[in-house]
């Protein structure tokens, strides 16, 4: 059952925003509220389910927890049915004046799901008769709804978490939320593991401290880490019910193969190859999402399908995150009413509203993880009792290995952690000032309250003071500017806010969502398409042609961070590159991929059997990988001296390990290197002649002094001033664009960022923020746990190092990687297309 696709007519939406809300109801028994809600699902052609009444009778004795289940099974209910069982018993329904202020407050992760949630939770609160009003509070909201939201007039507010955070930096808030009863968090896996759901955690915390007898419901979908979601969320309630629903529902993964006689590249295609296939796939079904891993690569992919597409034009979508909202609504609205055939999409839509029309989902490429796949292949035939499938549309060969370990992995019900931040304290800070404008503060009182969060429980005094003294004073290098000094601490201890140039500017700068540093595209005369990297335009004249929105635009001018264009007639034009749009291949899913590579599994697949001819080449020039076996090959070209190492971890560790050799072998003998990293391994370039037997290789790869060698290896200094400005933003150093002026471009954030740091390290350097931006780097940005995870595993195998007289087809992707950097008159692709037919010409 999907309660988001039961939602209202437009009509009766509009009479339910109108028509004043009915007289409350008297209260009844519990068996009686029971029976009526009962009835309502009947209505509806439901019966609740046992997880559904199970979340209730929690919720009625009292209880949080965390309700495990998937997409369209009836979760929003399942956490719903509990406050209107409670009003309906009149635990909600007082006598007298109505008090102000929410009842349940329903935090969504997107705001694009607000609106469809509100639907959602209008038609029971509509078919059961309470008195209640439902609206949201988010950037999208309606004038109306945020005007009831901030006059506390509304009974049910769905709001985002960064909405939330600006609700609590307002003085009557307190007031307002004294007689809040519940909180539901939907989607709380899409939060747990990024800063937005560190934010969470404290706003749900200084929620507790206002209404102690509150109820906190969390809503996830599968994800190895389930317990440690639920302390995240529940850490006042040790050991919370985690109420699962159904069994997840049955995935199918199909591939389209190649031909018989078709060769399929190594490495370095987008898959257009696939179109025709593509094509006759979306011929059979009414509605179809074609996902694509980056913006750019569904733009390439709209552009194809646009050329061959024989429906009628406007059948023909694309969604993804760097479009206006608006062009995104319009998309999402032809797909829940069946208007559009397909949609070309990224991570815009892995998650949100659900769409009963869409009968098959398309992957291009590999998904790179369990849980995304799972994501994108619930999004086909969104029915009860229908099962799940994806067809996946290889873009080389090797990801057909990719596609038989997801199998592999989908059977034994593999799938990734997402592991939570901890201090923070750039997000600590942030929260600190918003509560000094809510009415401020006492330190001991908000410390105490602070540290019962699962994401600060480590936080030790001093961390505290540090972060006290920086909302108050911004650090001792910064102490004599005035715009640092944003908290006061008054006479009667209390950290408070005064100036009102401090509270405007901090509202404005709310939340930790990673500032777009896109340039704004625009037509001349009309409406905004959405946003490129600035990097992008720069490169442009006016009267260049470029691909954007699904549309052939011509740059007229750029002015004040905005790019206006006007349509141009189809034809070829550069398509935008967005920084960060790589997946990296899951732990997970690579330790498949290297298990079904060396045979120890998925032999019979129809996968393997297609890759079949170019394995047993992997195998007559070097070696298949081997579970308990590192493979490293070894080989001269025109070009140098290469090695190549597959432990199959990811890429994001393999560039870590790889400016980590480089650094270690480089300080054996002076040389010069060049480095590049995939998926299953590395490639390390050397322009002097060296060498390097299994010994030498073990030696390098020791997990002793990961650290220091880091930060000589991948200078860590420079990494850190990058994240810095990031850091800097959510902790309030800088300043927002204020509206109606011209936005800052990232050149000039960059470069005010670049300053402070460069001031703070001088000046301050034990500065909180400074070892924070170091420690993110080795976490995130070098993944420093699963690198040393790496290493150590690599240390427990044994080598197999193979000097292959040319490249393999395992290596020969990682060469084509390292071509990328390299300046040439051709294009990288024609480079790569012409050595790729060499080697298979030389090899049969």
Aim: proline share 7%; net charge positive.
């Amino acid at each position: 059952m999907s309660t988001r696709s039961a939602a209202c007519t437009r009509a009766s939406s509009r009479k339910a925003r109108t028509a004043p809300p009915p007289p409350s109801p008297p209260a009844i028994t519990a068996t009686a509220a029971m029976r009526r809600l009962r009835d309502w699902f009947a209505t509806r052609g439901w019966s609740p389910l046992p997880f559904q009444r199970e979340a209730w009778t929690r919720y009625l004795a009292g209880k949080s927890g965390l309700i495990h289940t998937p997409t369209g099974s009836g979760k929003t209910l399942a956490a719903f049915g509990g406050p209107l069982l409670d009003a309906l018993r009149g635990g909600d329904v007082t006598a007298g004046p109505r008090v102000s202020g929410p009842t349940l407050l329903w935090v969504t992760p997107l705001r694009a799901l607000a609106n469809d949630t509100v639907r959602a939770l209008r038609e029971p609160v509509d078919g059961l008769q309470l008195p209640w009003t439902v609206g949201m509070r988010t950037g999208d909201a309606s004038a109306r709804d945020k005007r009831l939201a901030r006059a506390g007039k509304l009974d049910v507010l769905v709001i985002t978490p960064e909405s939330l955070a600006l609700l609590l930096s307002y003085d009557d808030t307190p007031a307002q939320l004294h007689g809040l009863r519940g909180v539901v968090v939907d989607e709380w896996h899409e939060l747990l593991g990024n800063k937005r759901g560190t934010l969470l955690q404290l706003c749900l915390a200084r929620l507790r401290a206002l209404s102690p007898t509150l109820r906190t419901w969390g809503l996830s979908a599968t994800i190895g880490n389930l317990d440690e979601a639920r302390d995240a969320l529940l850490p006042h309630v040790p050991d919370a019910a985690i109420v699962s629903g159904p069994a997840p529902r049955r995935v199918s993964i199909e591939t389209l193969l190649p031909g018989e006689r078709e060769r399929f590249p190594w490495a370095g295609h987008l898959g257009l190859s696939q179109l025709s296939r593509v094509v006759a796939m979306l011929a059979q079904a009414r509605t179809s999402l074609l996902f694509a891993n980056t913006r750019a690569q569904a733009e390439l992919w709209h552009r194809a399908l646009e050329s061959v597409w024989p429906h009628a034009p406007d059948t023909l979508a694309l969604h993804h995150g760097s479009l206006d909202p608006t062009l995104r609504r319009a998309v999402e609205d032809g797909l829940r009413d069946g208007r559009i055939r397909c949609a070309v999409a990224t991570s815009s839509l892995d998650l949100g509203v659900d769409f009963p029309a869409v009968e098959q989902v398309l992957q291009i490429g590999s998904p790179k993880g369990m849980s995304r796949l799972l994501q994108r292949a619930g999004r086909a035939r969104h029915r009860p009792g229908e099962a799940g499938a994806i067809v996946c549309v290889p873009t080389h060969a090797l990801e057909l290995a990719e596609y038989a370990a997801a199998r592999v992995a989908l059977a034994h019900g593999r799938i990734e952690a997402r592991p939570p931040p901890r201090l923070a304290l750039d997000v600590l800070a942030q929260h600190c000032v918003t509560l000094a404008l809510g009415g401020g503060f006492d330190a001991d009182a908000l410390y105490a309250e602070v540290i019962g969060t699962h994401a600060y429980a480590a936080l030790t005094r001093t961390q505290w003071d540090a972060v006290l003294a920086f909302i108050v004073e911004g650090g001792s290098a910064l102490s004599h500017y005035p715009e640092y000094r944003r908290v006061v601490r008054d006479d009667d201890g209390f950290y408070r806010v005064h100036e009102r140039r401090i509270a405007f500017r901090h509202r404005l700068s709310i939340g930790t969502i990673a500032s777009d540093a896109g340039m704004a595209v625009k037509f001349l005369k009309g409406g905004r398409l959405g946003s490129v990297e600035e990097s992008f335009i720069g490169r442009l004249r006016p009267g260049d042609r470029f691909q954007f929105a699904g549309r052939t635009l011509e740059l007229s001018r750029v002015r004040d961070m905005t790019a206006y264009v006007r349509l141009a007639k189809p034809g070829d034009g550069a398509v935008p590159r967005w920084q960060g749009g790589r997946m990296p291949l899951s732990t997970e899913l690579g330790r498949e991929v290297e298990s079904v590579l060396s045979g120890a599994s998925a032999q019979d697949a129809p996968e393997m059997r297609a890759l079949a001819p170019i394995l047993a080449l992997q195998a007559r020039l070097s070696s298949l990988p081997r579970p308990g076996v590192l493979l490293a090959e070894w080989f001269e070209a025109r070009d140098g001296q290469h090695l190549c190492v597959f432990p199959f971890a990811g890429r994001a560790v393999h560039e870590g390990l790889a400016a980590l050799l480089a650094r270690r072998w480089g300080r054996l003998a002076p040389n010069t290197f060049g480095f590049a990293a995939n998926d299953y391994g590395l490639i390390l370039s050397a322009q002097a002649k060296t060498g390097i037997d299994a010994d030498g290789l073990r030696a390098q790869l020791d997990p002793a002094q990961l650290v220091d060698d880091l930060r000589e290896g991948a200078n860590l200094a420079e990494l850190s001033r990058r994240q810095f400005r990031e850091i800097a933003r959510i902790a309030g150093l800088l300043p927002p664009s204020l509206p109606g002026g011209a936005p800052r471009s990232m050149r000039q954030l960059q470069a005010s960022a670049g300053l402070l740091y460069d001031v703070l390290s001088r000046h301050d350097p034990d500065h909180v923020l400074l070892a924070q931006a170091e420690a993110e780097v080795l976490a995130n940005t070098l993944d420093l746990p699963a690198l040393d995870a790496c290493l150590r595993d690599c240390a427990a195998r044994s080598i197999d190092l193979r000097r292959p007289a040319s490249f393999t087809p395992l290596s020969f992707p990682l060469w084509a990687e390292a071509l990328r950097g390299q300046l040439s008159t051709e294009d990288w692709k024609t480079r790569v297309q012409r050595a790729a037919a060499r080697l298979e010409k030389a090899n049969g």
